[in-house]
């Protein structure tokens, strides 16, 4: 694959042909990388304290969303008996969902195996890239676990003969400089309502789809972020006005085949 054609795969293509290469997943998973997903750490940890609650709270969890019309209705009356309804209803509905306990836990259990798959995809091309190392190392303390899957994906984004590495860079920097504009555009804004302004920026000019499928384009968006937090200059020494200076004198000739979503 040459740059011409890694240039024209979207990020979500190329991170799973990078998947399949490290042999961290068969050709028919597609991991496609979100940068915003949970790690799978959060959701084993998560998993876990929901079989240890026991089963009435998971079978009331499960029962909430089916009484939640009933329950905002009797608000304003004597609800004791709407609870007992409720306790009742959660253990037929948890009963009849046992049937397929065996299959869901399986399925649970695919879906963390595919989050860490994803850490490892977060965490490589966090290291990977042209950044401070700091944010790499904050990468990795984020999503715990996934060593080994890491330094395979590595081995392969450091492949010579494999462009990926630099085709999710130019995503990267576009992800960099788009967080950059959306900041001096939204600059006015009252602090309270910078974050929503900011996710409307982005949605406004295009790129609001990109900050969940190109997980390349979201991590330059969260170095730009981090680049901006006052710690990263008090305690690693990284200056913003230099950082985007690296960003925008890297950006390549190729770098418009090479911004797709």
């Known amino acids: 694959m040459n740059v011409g054609e ?25 991991v ?19 079989a240890h609650a026991g089963l009435h709270v998971v079978g009331q969890l499960t029962a909430d969303g089916l009484l939640e019309g009933l ?11 709407l609870e007992g309804a409720a306790e009742g209803l959660a253990i037929l509905v948890f009963a009849y969902e046992a049937l397929g306990a065996l ?7 695919y879906a ?6 994803n850490d490892a995809v977060n965490v490589a091309i966090a290291g990977n890239l042209a950044f401070d190392p700091a944010f790499a190392a904050l990468e990795q303390a984020a999503r715990p676990g996934v060593t080994a899957g890491t330094g395979k994906l590595t ?9 990926t590495k630099m085709v999710l860079q130019a995503r990267a920097d576009e992800g960099y400089l788009a967080a950059e504009r959306a900041m001096k555009a939204t600059a006015n804004v009252p602090k309270e309502q910078r974050a929503q302004a900011l996710l409307q920026w982005f949605k406004d000019n295009g ?6 499928s190109d997980v390349a384009f979201t ?30 004198t890297r950006v390549p000739v190729e770098r418009p085949l090479m911004v797709r979503p």
């Open 32 to 50: 496609r990388g979100n940068a915003l997903a949970k790690s799978g750490a959060q959701l084993h940890k998560e998993r876990n304290d929901q």
């Open 155 to 163: 081995a392969v984004l450091q492949d010579p003969n494999n462009p």
């Open 207 to 212: 790129y609001g789809e990109r900050l969940s």
């Open 103 to 109: 299959s869901e836990a399986e399925e649970k259990a």
């Open 219 to 248: 991590k330059g968006v969260e170095y730009h972020a981090f680049v901006q937090a006052a710690a990263a200059e008090h305690k690693y020494g990284i200056d913003p006005a230099k950082e985007l200076a690296k960003v925008e």
């Open 6 to 30: 890694a240039a024209r795969k979207r990020t979500g293509d190329l991170v799973d042909d990078a998947v399949h290469a490290a042999g961290l997943a068969d050709e028919d998973t597609h």
């Open 71 to 81: 329950a905002l209705g009797a608000e304003s009356y004597h609800v004791g008996w």
């Open 112 to 117: 963390i195996g595919k989050a860490f798959t």
